[in-house]
């Protein structure tokens, strides 16, 4: 019996130290998508990154402009800025990200999926694009996504 409880025991510690977490605080906006200009990100390594989540926020309806490394949130009337680390476990997946949009220079909506203690948590090996589609949708919650039928260079690539 005490063999049972201690697997047991042993089994919910080793699964609790795998956990990966998501926090979404929605942003209120509720018209049509506007115009969002999108801080690009130097210390995101990632190749592809900034033009994937571009082309995740241009589905949800948003006109997206691209703004220098560092430019200040009070920049457009909608901005966005992100950061996101990647690492290497047999494979190189998202570990975390943080999406953070500004309304006139204030905090208006955050999404935060951290993988960082998966450990061997196989749900950690995720694909950017999805995962990005995820946190947009659930940030932005009462706008709707577009559908947008691929090009016929990217329906090739």
């Known amino acids: 019996m005490n063999v049972r409880i201690l697997s047991a025991l042993a089994t919910a510690v080793v699964v609790s130290g795998c956990a990966?977490?998501?926090d979404i605080a929605p942003s209120p906006l509720?018209?049509?998508a506007q115009e969002l200009c999108l801080v690009r990100n130097s210390e995101v390594v990632q190749d592809g990154f900034h033009d994937v989540y571009v082309r995740v926020l241009e589905r949800k309806g948003?006109?997206?402009r691209t703004l220098p490394d560092k430019s200040p949130t009070t920049s457009c009337p909608l901005v966005g800025t992100y950061e996101a680390i990647?690492?290497?476990d047999m494979a190189i997946y998202l570990a975390r990200a943080d999406l953070r949009f500004w309304a006139d220079g204030k905090e208006a909506g955050?999404?935060?999926?951290d993988s960082l203690s998966g450990g061997a948590?196989?749900?950690k090996f995720i694909r950017t694009e999805p995962k990005l589609t995820e946190l947009v949708d659930?940030?932005?919650p009462r706008l709707k996504s577009f559908?947008?039928?691929p090009s016929a260079r990217e329906a090739v690539a």
Do not use: C, G, S
């Not at 955050?110 to 999926?113: H, K």
């Open 20 to 22: 990966i977490t998501q």
């Open 30 to 32: 509720e018209q049509r």
């Open 62 to 64: 948003f006109k997206v």
């Open 86 to 88: 990647y690492r290497w």
């Open 110 to 113: 955050r999404a935060v999926y």
């Open 121 to 123: 948590n196989m749900n």
């Open 138 to 140: 659930q940030l932005f």
């Open 147 to 149: 559908l947008r039928l």
